[in-house]
């Protein structure tokens, strides 16, 4: 049994650090990371970044350097590491309120006809929009639900909300990793925190952001369904709230699910190393299981209900796109959204006929491009998907559904300066955020010596993430943000395997007996 068990992390070992490891050499070469002029970009950086980049190399070099200033940063952030989180992560938040207040514009693509939809839902446009796109009519439930209860469609409104679920989500991250390991809670607010300054998306109200504490509720019932130190009526009301997030997840975001799909394949690869001796707590581990299927399925059935039943807007299920058609537009282009293919879904009258359509043309472009072709393509695509550390800030059509060169002055001008298409600083978001998400993957990749099972779920869920990217569409980052807390918490989980690995590298560089610490 435990060959399985050998045989089935060695595989998902392998695959995952030939994605991942992909993954950060594209992270490392992106054009964002480009100083000064950038014709690929076409945002180069500014004194900003210079300045940013003399003060971090400075700060370096004194710490390398300096036994007082090393000495100092030990007691700030190591000793003293509680006050010191607690006024980052004020300045975080503070930040982030700033932002939102200052830079609420109007959001174009899918984000737009969701707003409209808020303002007036009988619409010939709206109708057609939302039995194409029938997957976004519970976001639209939801949305509506809170300007009822708000008594407020401004965007300014929605995207205050959308930075309360991404902080929910954060700190949701954060208590997953105070269940598995207390110790690293600092690092991961620290992590989050890093994540947070360089996330602008709070802005966009759509099912990339809203999803989050949905995917973060799920991750932490699960780590709370696993730990038999808890009260058995802990693990039951977690083993309810994972399947009532789950459910939830899938509605807001079909592929938000991916996380679910892990923890299930994830728990079977881990069966195989137990011992078969070990009965203790199986009983009740059956109970919770056969709980969180009961409330997996009865949160299906009545957010189910409630979609099927709701009268604020009128759609056509036949119309529905179906998913084959993602899977075709997904080997088109640079594997993302074909408009051409979206237009011709509209000139067919049924579901099935779009299948039809959609099968003959992915079979037709899997045949032209070959074996060697399609997997040429599939790097390509993968670099698309995952490479940007902006998550494709500015990327979609008719991001900023405003004139997008920056007006305004004082900090509400000079904000929009760093995130507006024809900004002055836009180049220099896109250095910081690039580099904070190359550090950020450094922290995972190094880190494969800690193969717990919760660290080995985490990794299920980003290796099914870059599996369904490169099936479905994709071509652009954004759609990795609804797998960031598997990214976040995995991160948090085994930073300290990655230091130590950089410390033995070090230590071999330059001659040093091999330390453990």
């Keep these: ?146 300007a009822t209860i708000l008594h407020s469609t401004k965007w300014l409104t929605f995207d205050l909300l959308t930075l309360l679920w991404v902080d929910l989500s954060a700190l949701m991250n954060v208590l997953s990793v105070w269940v598995i390991d207390a110790r690293k809670v600092v690092a991961a607010v620290y992590i989050h925190i890093g994540w947070l300054i360089f996330f602008p998306m709070i802005i966009v109200s759509y099912s990339d952001t809203w999803v989050l504490p949905l995917v973060s509720g799920y991750f932490l019932c699960y780590c709370l369904m696993r730990k038999n130190e808890f009260s058995w009526w802990v693990r039951i009301l977690a083993a309810i709230g994972f399947g009532v997030t789950a459910s939830a997840a899938y509605f807001i975001k079909p592929s938000a699910i991916v996380g679910v799909i892990a923890i299930g394949l994830g728990e079977i690869l881990f069966q195989f190393k137990k011992d078969p001796k070990e009965s203790a707590n199986s009983l009740e581990n059956w109970g919770i299981l056969v709980i969180t299927i009961l409330a997996l399925g009865s949160s299906y059935l009545g957010f189910n209900h409630v979609v099927q039943n709701q009268n604020y807007v009128v759609y056509h299920k036949d119309r529905q796109i179906p998913a084959v058609h993602f899977i075709s537009m997904g080997v088109s282009g640079d594997g993302g959204y074909n408009p051409k293919d979206a237009l011709k879904m509209a000139e067919f009258k049924t579901k099935r006929q779009r299948a039809e359509y959609s099968k003959k043309v992915l079979f037709h472009r899997l045949k032209q491009k070959g074996v060697v072709g399609y997997t040429k393509f599939l790097v390509k695509k993968h670099r698309n998907n995952t490479a940007d550390g902006t998550f494709a800030w500015v990327k979609e059509g008719h991001f900023i559904n405003e004139n997008p060169i920056p007006k305004g002055k004082g900090w509400a001008g000079q904000l929009r300066q760093f995130v507006y298409l024809y900004g002055k600083r836009l180049g220099d978001f896109r250095f910081w955020a690039q580099a904070w998400w190359v550090i950020w993957l450094i922290l995972i990749a190094f880190g494969w010596r800690n193969q717990r099972r919760t660290n080995q779920v985490m990794r299920l869920t980003i290796l099914g993430g870059f599996l369904y990217l490169l099936i479905f569409e994709g071509g652009r980052s954004r759609y990795l943000i609804q797998f960031l807390p598997a990214y976040l918490i995995l991160a948090s989980l085994v930073y300290d395997q990655s230091i130590l690995f950089f410390k033995h590298v070090y230590y071999w560089a330059n001659g040093i007996p091999k330390k453990d610490n």
């Design 1 to 146: 049994m435990k060959k399985i068990f050998q045989y089935g992390n060695g595989l998902l070992m392998g695959l995952f650090s030939v994605l991942f490891f992909a993954t950060l050499l594209f992270a490392i070469t992106s054009p964002n990371l480009v100083l000064g002029d950038n014709p690929k970009t076409g945002a180069g950086t500014t004194m900003v970044t210079t300045t940013g980049i003399i003060i971090v190399m400075a700060i370096v070099v004194t710490w390398l350097t300096s036994g007082h200033f090393k000495r100092w940063t030990q007691q700030v952030f190591v000793v003293h590491k509680r006050i010191t989180v607690s006024i980052l992560l004020a300045f975080t938040i503070l930040w982030q309120i700033s932002f939102v207040l200052n830079v609420h514009p109007p959001i174009g693509f899918d984000v737009g006809a969701i707003h409209e939809a808020l303002h007036k839902p009988i619409s010939p446009e709206l109708t057609g929009y939302f039995s194409l796109n029938y997957n976004n009519l519970p976001l639209l439930l939801v949305q509506h639900f809170f």
